[in-house]
């Protein structure tokens, strides 16, 4: 299983970006059974939950990103998004997208509790 986020840049603040989160390596019928979260760690800083989404599209927020940012899945394509608007420049970081088949239709998974990790997209937000 590989997760690859890409997606990432250098934008001004207030302005947008999409980052998407592409799952390979398992069957659709599987993704549909994925958690998948986004985090994001910035320099000198631990790395920071930023939203998740549950198999069934149930959705959690940090409250930093509440109301800015928006996550969704196509099963489909096998991808997770995460559109970021209004931008800040505290939303500068190297974000991560995590995946976890949940056997169970359980919530979305706020922790680390993850199996499986992608590379990292890097945002920097100019003021």
């Known amino acids: 299983v590989q997760l690859q986020a890409y997606g990432g840049g250098l934008v001004q603040a207030g302005n947008s970006l999409r980052l998407s989160c592409a799952v390979s390596?398992?069957?659709?019928?599987?993704?549909?059974?994925?958690?998948v979260g986004w985090f994001r760690q910035a320099p000198g800083k631990e790395r920071e939950t930023v939203a998740a989404?549950?198999?069934?599209?149930?959705?959690y927020y940090a409250d930093s990103t509440k109301g800015r940012f928006t996550i969704s899945r196509d099963n489909a394509k096998k991808t997770v998004y995460l559109q970021m608007d209004s931008l800040k420049t505290e939303d500068t970081a190297v974000y991560y997208c995590?995946?976890?088949?949940?056997?169970?239709?359980?919530?979305?998974?706020?922790?680390?509790?993850?199996?499986?990790w992608g590379q990292g997209t890097e945002v920097t937000v100019s003021s």
């Open positions: 989404i549950s198999r069934s599209g149930s959705t």
């Open positions: 390596g398992v069957s659709g019928g599987t993704f549909c059974r994925f958690a």
């Open positions: 995590a995946g976890r088949n949940t056997i169970l239709s359980v919530g979305p998974i706020t922790t680390e509790d993850y199996h499986y």
